[in-house]
């Protein structure tokens, strides 16, 4: 009888735990599934349907050079964009330790929104699963450990909604077309190869400013202020860079196919995230 049990015991903790994480695997799909809906339910009809290669003409020099190496007359307007990446995410800023994702994202223009969904491997067996959003003008943030432990969770709030923007805007560079002045994006100029523009959405503006190499692509972009967490309960916002190469035409278009992102700290640049895409597929207005 002992050896029965002692045989039994483990084998019911096998498969207890293998029950648990097949339920927090289908708890997260549920989740996942009804922000993607909520996400699509928002969507508005976008009025400009093409690109129209003579509206650029009153932007600022770096800007028409980046738009007539990036898009041909006609272009049809992104609708939708749906892509996955492979990478590496460093999950403490004071340790230099980075782990491997996946992810799959996919990401509206009208209005602005976008559902990042990641798997990080913690451990051999572990995995953090985290979506990144936003979503009808709130921002969201949520990570739980395998599916079953939630370890982050921020939404609701105005500085949230700032920084989930600000990132939706920054990508930009795989969307080219959310950057033209019919989508509402203000541009100003700073030199011959930068320029400031802005966005809004809601109630929530955010600045950026674009960089330029000599290929007049964009090579990078800068937030001076965008939300990196609460310090006592007290927003804080810091300095934030991204970083693209690697750049592929894909459906006419040109568009990076490598990044990098990184925040500025008063001890200097803290990258965090190193991304690939690996597959994109795009939703075009009719």
Known sequence: MWLKISILAPISLIVLIWGAVIFGEVSWEGKTTALHAQMQASRIPIATTSYDATAIDSLPEPVKRYFQAVLRDGQK????????????????????????????????????????????RMAPGVNALVYDAY????????AEALGLI??????????ASQGELSRYFAETAWYPTALLPSQGVEWEGIDDSSAMARF?????????????????????????????????????????????????????????????????????????????????DYEFTQ
């Open 135 to 142: 979503v009808a003008g709130e921002g969201l943030l949520h």
């Open 77 to 120: 307007i992104i609708s939708s964009a749906r892509f996955s990446h492979t990478g590496e995410f460093r999950i403490k800023e004071s340790e230099d330790r980075w782990i491997p994702f996946t992810s799959t994202q996919t990401t509206i223009t009208h209005p602005a929104g976008f559902v990042w969904v990641a798997r990080m």
């Open 200 to 280: 809004t959405d809601k109630e929530t503006t955010v600045l950026l400013t674009f960089h330029f190499d000599s290929a007049n692509l964009i090579s990078g972009v800068k937030a001076e202020a965008r939300y990196h967490g609460d310090l006592n309960g007290i927003p804080e916002y810091l300095p934030w860079e991204g970083r693209f190469w690697d750049y592929e035409f894909r459906s006419g278009m040109q568009i990076p196919m490598q990044g990098e992102v990184s925040w500025q700290l008063a001890e200097g640049l803290l990258p965090y995230w190193r991304g690939r895409v690996i597959e994109i």
């Open 150 to 159: 939630t370890v982050a969770d921020i939404r609701g709030t105005p500085a």
